[in-house]
């Protein structure tokens, strides 16, 4: 048995485990997969079109009777100034000529939308048993229009008074997002990176600050992991790196690869890869240009000036240019189909958690 059952109990699933949302790498068979396995499946949609999102809802619903979550952004968006453009693309301008690419041509936006009044319609609609924040939350109007839906709201926090912030708003489970943690930091309310604690120093804290479960996230892969997240205060785990190499990610071949090859220092936190930090395994231009650049303008318009340079890199093999989120787990990570590996974290962690009550 669990001991601390109250996160199983909030989203009725069979384990407290739940799926790191994972925009890019990943899509509804993913979500499937975890839900099959007994977790909570996590549909990132901050890159998805309302249109696109309500057809991903759909086929989980097709295919499972399971609790889905939908992650939104809440960022506040910063409009790209031609000087900080100019200097980025200054910065990238021998990577260009690398690639015989026009710095000049046109370029896509990169699409990473806060959560706004026309996602809220689609949460109102679709009514997903719960829906997730990352960089704190949308404004009080539309919050109270997600929780009229009857959907549990749940976000992540990096630092205590993050936590306690979120849980004064009305969140019903917490994300404690430890410093080892892959992907975008969820930092809201502090911008300096160098003061992230880890999960180990982070979960317990933040189970101590607040009354809501918290769900610890960062460096976990395994049923030891689990365990000690149990054993540090948390009522569950949100984990997304182990899931990487599983089947039913939408990673290409050389990001698998590159993924497989991973160790305890393979992954460092950037802002060059789309203006915000995060952590992934550290490829080419993270090495040669940052990991931290002053030159990267802000989150996202970092990426769109990256994206001719990453399909060409992508087109001759390599990951030059793309970012391969990742927590410092990495080496853990296993390639089994992601059902396996959920009923396999479960059943591995719960025989822990019994070694550990003698």
């Given at each position: 048995m669990w001991p601390d059952r109250r996160l199983i109990d909030l989203f009725k699933t069979e384990f407290p485990i739940v799926l790191a949302p994972m925009a890019g790498v990943m899509d509804a068979e993913l979500v499937i997969a975890v839900a099959e396995g007994g977790g909570l499946g996590s549909l990132p949609s901050a890159m998805l079109s309302p249109e696109k999102a309500r057809e991903q809802v759909s086929l989980i619903r097709r295919r499972v009777k399971a609790p889905v979550n939908m992650n939104f952004f809440c960022h506040t968006p910063i409009e790209l100034t031609a000087e900080a453009d100019a200097r980025w693309k200054h910065r990238l301008t021998g990577y260009y000529t690398e690639h015989r690419l026009d710095p000049a041509a046109p370029i896509n936006a990169a699409n990473r939308a806060p959560f706004d009044a026309s996602f809220c319609e689609v949460v109102e609609q679709l009514k997903p048993e719960v829906v997730s924040f990352h960089f704190g939350l949308p404004e009080a109007a539309l919050l109270k229009r997600v929780k009229a839906a009857g959907c549990l709201v749940i976000s992540s926090a990096t630092t205590v008074k993050e936590a306690v912030w979120l849980e004064q708003r009305g969140v019903d489970a917490v994300i404690a997002q430890g410093a080892e943690a892959?992907?975008?930091?969820?930092?809201?309310?502090?911008?300096?990176?160098?003061?992230?604690?880890?999960?180990?120093?982070?979960?317990?804290?933040?189970?101590?600050?607040?009354?809501?479960?918290?769900?610890?996230?960062?460096?976990?892969?395994?049923?030891?992991?689990?365990?000690?997240?149990?054993?540090?205060?948390?009522?569950?785990?949100?984990?997304?790196?182990?899931?990487?190499?599983?089947?039913?990610?939408?990673?290409?071949?050389?990001?698998?690869?590159?993924?497989?090859?991973?160790?305890?220092?393979?992954?460092?936190?950037?802002?060059?890869?789309?203006?915000?930090?995060?952590?992934?395994?550290?490829?080419?231009?993270?090495?040669?240009?940052?990991?931290i650049s002053p030159d990267a303008p802000p989150f996202p318009h970092a990426a769109t000036a990256l994206s001719p340079l990453k399909a060409a890199a992508e087109k001759q093999g390599k990951v030059d240019f793309t970012n391969l989120w990742a927590g410092q787990a990495v080496a853990m990570g296993r390639e089994l189909p992601a059902a396996e590996l959920t009923r396999d974290l479960a059943k591995s962690a719960l025989a822990r958690l019994r070694q550990m009550a003698g």
């Open positions: 892959g992907g975008h930091r969820g930092m809201f309310l502090t911008d300096k990176i160098a003061e992230q604690p880890g999960t180990f120093a982070l979960v317990p804290q933040v189970a101590d600050a607040v009354k809501v479960p918290v769900i610890a996230a960062g460096g976990i892969a395994d049923g030891r992991g689990i365990a000690a997240a149990f054993a540090l205060g948390a009522s569950g785990v949100q984990i997304g790196t182990a899931y990487l190499r599983c089947p039913e990610s939408t990673h290409t071949a050389a990001g698998r690869a590159a993924l497989a090859e991973g160790r305890d220092d393979s992954t460092v936190i950037t802002n060059v890869m789309t203006g915000r930090p995060a952590r992934g395994v550290q490829n080419r231009l993270m090495r040669e240009a940052g990991p």
